[in-house]
């Protein structure tokens, strides 16, 4: 990465950038699609999940009930991409749709007794690599990368 980061400010020198700024955008991407990979190569694999499903579930998990237009908000994907998830995740029989009691048009999704059974047997397996993962970084450091990020997601999210 170093090297890429060298090279980019030797090619681009004769430009006016701000190249701190690129370095952490940049290795921001990377670091998020490598732990993603890292994750659906690992934990996630043995269990047949994609990223995307296992957010639903998290989401799901923590929230239920939830509305699908809640989820995709909270998974940060869209509608369509959740449609299929959820098609799939309700076939192998973890969570359930049901259209709401309140607004017809709104379905609403919830965890079967065998989604919360293999979240609970996930989530601690999948926690074990997210510490495996953030053990790069000093304990002493943790709290302020934390904060660092959800200050990074808000301002994409809200660029105002």
């Known amino acids: 990465?170093?090297?890429?980061?060298?090279h980019v400010t030797e090619r681009?020198?004769?430009?006016?950038?701000?190249?701190?700024?690129?370095?952490?955008v940049s290795n921001l991407f990377r670091a998020a699609n490598a732990v993603r990979n890292h994750f659906e190569r690992t934990v996630l694999h043995s269990n047949d999940l994609s990223w995307t499903a296992f957010v639903v579930?998290?989401?799901?998990?923590?929230w239920e009930p939830i509305e699908t237009r809640q989820i995709a908000e909270e998974g940060g994907f869209s509608k369509a991409t959740l449609t299929g998830v959820l098609g799939t995740l309700e076939g192998r029989g973890y969570l359930t749709r049901t259209k709401s009691t309140t607004d017809g048009r709104?379905?609403?999704?919830?965890m079967?007794?065998?989604?919360?059974?293999l979240m609970?047997?996930?989530f601690p397996k999948f926690n074990k690599q997210e510490q495996k993962i953030a053990g790069a970084i000093p304990n002493a450091e943790?709290?302020?990368?934390?904060?660092?990020?959800r200050l990074v997601t808000k301002r994409a999210?809200?660029?105002?």
Request: glycine residues 2%.
């Open 1 to 6: 990465l170093a090297e890429t980061e060298r």
């Open 12 to 24: 681009l020198s004769h430009m006016s950038l701000d190249f701190d700024s690129m370095a952490i």
């Open 57 to 62: 579930l998290w989401v799901t998990w923590i």
């Open 106 to 110: 709104l379905v609403v999704v919830t």
């Open 112 to 117: 079967t007794d065998e989604g919360r059974k």
């Open 120 to 122: 609970d047997d996930l």
């Open 142 to 149: 943790h709290a302020a990368l934390a904060e660092a990020l």
């Open 157 to 160: 999210e809200n660029p105002s």
